[in-house]
């Protein structure tokens, strides 16, 4: 495949605008990770999560992305530190009620990042939080000494020192980089045999690949890949032309195309833009 160009193709996106708030800023990565990484989120301020205004019933819903989050607790200094899987549902962001005074930092992974690291098996993690530890070496110490910057820049610039020496351009194997191509290419519209036959294998082969890799069949993310890329395009117009949608999208009619936006974002394609705007909840 050569050069990793897949973020050309896909931007995932949240269900809300980031607003103003310096509890919660997204900065993406330098040029040589955003192949990688979709952004560094976090707090460029120690902060309440349930006073400051970006976390109050946040909508989470599925952009085919992971992360590595770190929360440290300021009174305890006790830091938590979570890997959180792909999922395939949306949620209402919630937080324990002895998180008052909390410090965050995350990185966003696209999903066809999982390949290029250390090998671990993802099958089975579908809509879970792991214990990062065993994907990511060293992570304790890291975390340590990431807290003790100052500043979410200077965070951030630890973060990818530690993060670059972990990808291997060699490691992800080539039939996973042609499907994810060609899945990115048609925006998540397809069947499996045609992944089958641009990566020369068969449908079992392409499941087991698909579930040890990023922990979901590739039809799955397919669905995935084709919600967000509506949402994206629905972002971008700031409407929803419904026939061109469906066509282009390969639904069966209108009613199909709101039934499977809303079982991954929980609101319609016109209460998620009614939403997305300034003052929307």
Same mark, same amino acid.
């Given at each position: 495949?050569?050069?990793?160009?897949?973020?050309?193709?896909?931007?995932?996106?949240?269900?809300?605008?980031?607003?103003?708030?310096?509890?919660?800023?997204?900065?993406?990565?330098?040029?040589?990770?955003?192949?990688?990484?979709?952004?560094?989120?976090?707090?460029?301020?120690?902060? =309440? *999560? @349930? +006073? /400051? !205004?970006?976390?109050?019933?946040?909508?989470?819903?599925?952009?085919? $992305?992971?992360?590595?989050?770190?929360?440290?607790?300021?009174?305890?200094?006790?830091?938590?530190?979570?890997?959180?899987?792909?999922?395939?549902?949306?949620?209402?962001?919630?937080?324990?009620?002895?998180?008052?005074?909390?410090?965050?930092?995350?990185?966003?992974?696209?999903?066809?990042?999982?390949?290029?690291?250390?090998?671990?098996?993802?099958?089975?993690?579908?809509?879970?939080?792991?214990?990062?530890?065993?994907?990511?070496?060293?992570?304790?110490?890291?975390?340590?000494?990431?807290?003790?910057?100052?500043?979410?820049?200077?965070?951030?610039?630890?973060?990818?020192?530690?993060?670059?020496?972990?990808? =291997? *351009? @060699? +490691? /992800? !194997?080539?039939?996973?980089?042609?499907?994810?191509?060609?899945?990115? $290419?048609?925006?998540?519209?397809?069947?499996?045999?045609?992944?089958?036959?641009?990566?020369?294998?068969?449908?079992?082969?392409?499941?087991?690949?698909?579930?040890?890799?990023?922990?979901?069949?590739?039809?799955?993310?397919?669905?995935?890949?084709?919600?967000?890329?509506?949402?994206?395009?629905?972002?971008?117009?700031?409407?929803?032309?419904?026939?061109?949608?469906?066509?282009?999208?390969?639904?069966?009619?209108?009613?199909?195309?709101?039934?499977?936006?809303?079982?991954?974002?929980?609101?319609?394609?016109?209460?998620?833009?009614?939403?997305?705007?300034?003052?929307?909840?």
């Amino acid at each position: 495949m050569g050069e990793v160009r897949f973020h050309r193709l896909f931007a995932p996106q949240i269900a809300a605008p980031p607003g103003q708030d310096p509890s919660y800023v997204s900065v993406p990565p330098s040029p040589p990770l955003r192949p990688y990484l979709r952004c560094f989120w976090g707090s460029a301020v120690d902060f =309440d *999560p @349930h +006073r /400051a !205004p970006f976390y109050a019933d946040t909508l989470i819903v599925p952009d085919a $992305c992971c992360d590595l989050l770190l929360v440290r607790d300021n009174r305890s200094g006790r830091i938590e530190r979570m890997f959180v899987a792909l999922s395939d549902r949306s949620q209402v962001d919630s937080w324990d009620a002895g998180c008052t005074d909390i410090s965050v930092f995350g990185i966003r992974l696209y999903f066809w990042t999982l390949g290029f690291l250390p090998s671990f098996s993802f099958a089975g993690t579908l809509n879970q939080v792991l214990p990062p530890c065993e994907l990511f070496p060293a992570l304790e110490e890291f975390s340590e000494r990431l807290f003790a910057r100052n500043g979410f820049r200077e965070r951030m610039r630890l973060a990818e020192a530690y993060f670059f020496p972990l990808l =291997d *351009p @060699h +490691r /992800a !194997p080539a039939a996973f980089l042609e499907c994810v191509d060609l899945m990115l $290419c048609r925006r998540g519209v397809g069947a499996l045999e045609d992944l089958a036959e641009r990566a020369h294998y068969s449908g079992r082969q392409l499941q087991r690949l698909f579930l040890h890799t990023v922990g979901v069949p590739p039809k799955h993310l397919m669905n995935l890949i084709r919600y967000q890329c509506l949402w994206q395009q629905m972002l971008r117009a700031g409407r929803l032309d419904y026939p061109d949608a469906v066509a282009a999208y390969g639904y069966a009619d209108q009613s199909h195309l709101i039934a499977d936006f809303k079982k991954y974002h929980s609101l319609t394609p016109t209460a998620a833009l009614e939403r997305w705007r300034p003052g929307g909840r």
